[in-house]
Each structure stands twice: as C-alpha cells, then as structure tokens.
C-alpha cells in the first residue's frame, strides 16, 4: 500500500508515520508539497477542513497513491477565547474519506490578539520563545503546555480518528 502526505512539514510527517506504521507496518509513505487552496492561517474549523481535505486529495492523486493525507492546523474563535485546532483528512483513491479534528488548545490572548491582527501562529510563536520554525518541531502545542503535548501528538490522534474508516471498515 502507498500512502501519501500532503506536507514536507517533519513534525505531521511524524504523525502520520506513527500511526500508519503501527495499522500497516509493510506500507510506503511517501509526502509531497501540495498547495492547502486556504490562507497560510486558517481562521476557522471550515477552512482548516477545506486545506486537510485540498491536500489529502491532492497528495493521493500527485503520488499515485492509495490513501492521501491532508493535516491543517489553525484556529478558531470560541466563546472561550481563541482556539488552536487542527484537522485531518484521509482520502482514498475510491472516493471514500476519513476526517477528524484535534483536542483544542485556547491560546493566551497575548497571542490570540496578534493571530486576530493578521499574523500566522508559526512566526508569532517563534518570535516568543526566539526560536525558528517552531511550528516544525513541537509547535505551539509543545510550547503552551511545556512539551506535555507536541504538534505531533496532536495531530496524531486525529490520523488515527481518520484512519478508523479504514481500519474497521465493518463499521462505516
């Protein structure tokens, strides 16, 4: 079986691969550069689902692959503050699709009102901590909660919630 990702990102390379490798040991992933079709900082739910989905089919289709995966991070605006989500989709090649969303995570509001004016998460938290693409190691996930959970933790479970389709067809 190959699978594709729609990122050259390490960190959602690393989600993926942790979970495909445990459901299907022998398979290739393979990860291409795939355009989201949304802006660099999904503001809502929607859009993130529409990037994850953009690039699942996207990836599956590039690669020739059996199975594509599309992972978008972003937020979303809450009674509760601003909410840093993430989405995930599987797309497989006939026509069926597995989508699931992360844990959310609220952002300070020192950081929400810097996202609210426009700056994507990634640069805003790599200027906090002076750092440089955060966003390809533990993310703001792994900075807010001191590494107690990673951007690839998170994006992780959501593979799997996604994979489940496919997993368990019995099921669906």
Request: contains cysteine; proline residues 5%.
């Amino acid at each position: 079986m190959k699978i594709a990702v729609g990122t050259k990102n390490p960190a959602k390379i690393a989600a993926v691969r942790q979970v495909i490798e445990r459901a299907w040991p022998e398979c290739e992933l393979v990860s291409v550069s795939v355009p989201s079709g949304v802006s660099e900082m999904p503001l809502s739910d929607e859009e993130c689902l529409l990037g994850a989905r953009n690039r699942a089919r996207l990836a599956r289709s590039e690669a020739g692959a059996d199975l594509g995966f599309g992972l978008e991070g972003g937020v979303q605006e809450m009674s509760e503050g601003l909410m840093l989500v993430s989405w995930v989709v599987a797309s497989h090649e006939d026509g069926r699709e597995g989508v699931s969303g992360s844990a959310r995570l609220p952002l300070p509001e020192k950081i929400a009102q810097r996202v609210r004016a426009g700056e994507e998460l990634g640069p805003v938290m790599d200027d906090l901590v002076k750092q440089t693409n955060t966003k390809h190691r533990s993310g703001a996930a792994g900075i807010l909660t001191d590494e107690l959970a990673t951007r690839t933790e998170m994006f992780a479970t959501a593979v799997a919630y996604a994979l489940s389709r496919f997993v368990v067809p019995e099921f669906y």
